[in-house]
């Protein structure tokens, strides 16, 4: 399964970007999707996950500034996300759970937030 993620690039504060991720390659219908970063220095925190149903889940930090959402059709995810901050510059990863219970991972696309 393969993982494009796009949309990532320098910010500034209070910018609105939108990152979006298409999964293609699955043999199993892809159940969840999500978004999680990782900042430097820290580890890869939980960003957003949507399910197949649209049922969606978002870390405290992003809760109120950042959207999920997810075409089935076409097993796309994205995150738009607006008021960033300085603190949310990261590498933004998309993962996609599958019915096989096998979760893949997109290879990242960097957020810069700066003025």
């Known amino acids: 399964v393969q993982l494009q993620a796009s949309g990532g690039g320098l910010v500034q504060p209070g910018g609105s970007p939108r990152l979006s991720c298409g999964a293609s390659?699955?043999?199993?219908?892809?159940?969840?999707m999500g978004w999680h970063r990782q900042a430097p220095g820290k580890q890869r925190e939980l960003v957003a996950t949507?399910?197949?149903?649209?049922?969606?889940n978002y870390a405290d930090p992003v809760k109120g500034r950042f959207t999920i959402s997810r075409d089935n059709g076409k097993s796309t995810v994205h995150l738009q996300m607006n008021s960033l901050k300085p603190e949310d510059t990261a590498v933004y990863y998309c993962?996609?759970?599958?019915?096989?219970?096998?979760?893949?991972w997109g290879q990242g696309t960097l957020v810069t937030v700066s003025s």
């Open positions: 390659g699955s043999r199993f219908r892809v159940i969840d």
């Open positions: 993962n996609a759970l599958v019915a096989s219970g096998s979760r893949y």
């Open positions: 949507i399910t197949s149903g649209g049922s969606t």
